[in-house]
């Protein structure tokens, strides 16, 4: 298949669980077939959080190693950006990027944000500043600010709250928030609004041996946590910790670490346990809400090889 051919590909879609190697194949297929990749990563969309959420390190033009890369750094760890600005900005590059002749590789563990940008989600009120900014401040009054959250949606759309890991205070927010603007539940208006066209996608979903993620997963933080501390250092001077950038895994942990109300070396712990149940995670919503085509863990070429045979179809 020749780089010529790429726009009468249907979009690529490289996911799994972190870790797993991404990244590495989704370049690998650009370079073959001349194509851009879409990061459908939630978490490297902020800037400066880059150590943590293994950022590729773009050139000034954007590019990794020559493949230009989108939606990397665009964001204040501040801002909130939600599955639904992904998906439509997403849409929008795509289009952009098949107009030059390329393929399109979207490549990342966000589920949610593959399944915007696909799928399409429901047209849904848009957020309100105000309405957030009176809910944390309730929020903060309690000794657990994201339990009482995730206790208020269980009270409001059970069908939501037990969806949303309490843990994801951003969508919890967020459905709280529609709940409150539109009078109705969050998962009920999601359900029954209009979505955009769904697009024509072949996916590619990494699976290594458990055993074998969880030891990908704990040899690379602890290559990533000596950089984690000194970038939280930086950080720690401009940010309080509790903005919608440092949901990422592990730098509440470097934060707590540099801020000395945690350990390093319990840091680190915590931050690998937390990695291991997401990877949990990512697995089962991947299996189970992705049309896809297993890829065995391997070498990125080994890997490659194997996603370019199934391509030929599209010849």
Do not use: C
Request: no cysteine.
């Amino acid at each position: 298949m020749t780089a010529d051919r790429a726009p009468a590909l249907p979009v690529i879609v490289v996911a799994g669980p972190t870790a797993g190697g991404k990244t590495e194949l989704a370049v690998e297929l650009a370079r073959r077939l001349g194509g851009e990749i879409l990061s459908a990563d939630s978490r490297q969309i902020y800037r400066g959080l880059d150590a943590g959420t293994a950022k590729p390190e773009l050139d000034a033009r954007g590019r990794l190693e020559g493949v230009p890369f989108h939606f990397v750094s665009i964001a204040d760890p501040r801002e909130t950006f939600d599955a639904g600005t992904f998906g439509r900005l997403a849409r929008e590059r795509a289009a952009q990027i098949r107009a030059r002749g390329s393929a399109v590789i979207a490549a990342g563990g966000t589920g949610l944000y593959l399944k915007a940008f696909l799928h399409g989600l429901s047209e849904l009120p848009k957020a309100d500043p105000a309405f957030r900014g009176r809910l944390m401040a309730r929020a903060e009054k309690n000794p657990d600010p994201k339990a009482w959250l995730h206790r208020l949606l269980a009270q409001v759309d059970p069908a939501a709250a037990r969806e949303i890991p309490a843990g994801n205070i951003q969508r919890v927010v967020r459905a709280l928030e529609v709940r409150e603007l539109s009078g109705r539940p969050f998962s009920e208006l999601r359900a029954l609004a209009p979505r955009p066209e769904a697009l024509d996608f072949t996916a590619f979903r990494i699976e290594w041996p458990a055993p074998v993620l969880r030891e990908r997963i704990e040899r690379r933080a602890r290559k990533m946590w000596p950089r984690m501390l000194e970038e939280a250092r930086g950080l720690a001077e401009r940010y309080r910790g509790d903005e919608p950038g440092f949901q990422s895994l592990g730098y509440p942990e470097a934060l707590a670490a540099v801020r000395g109300t945690l350990s390093p070396e319990e840091g680190l712990a915590r931050m690998i346990k937390a990695t291991h149940a997401y990877a949990k995670r990512q697995r089962t919503w991947f299996r189970h809400q992705l049309d896809a085509v297993e890829l065995p863990g391997a070498s990125t070429r080994e890997m490659a090889d194997r996603a370019m045979a199934r391509l030929e179809a599209f010849r």
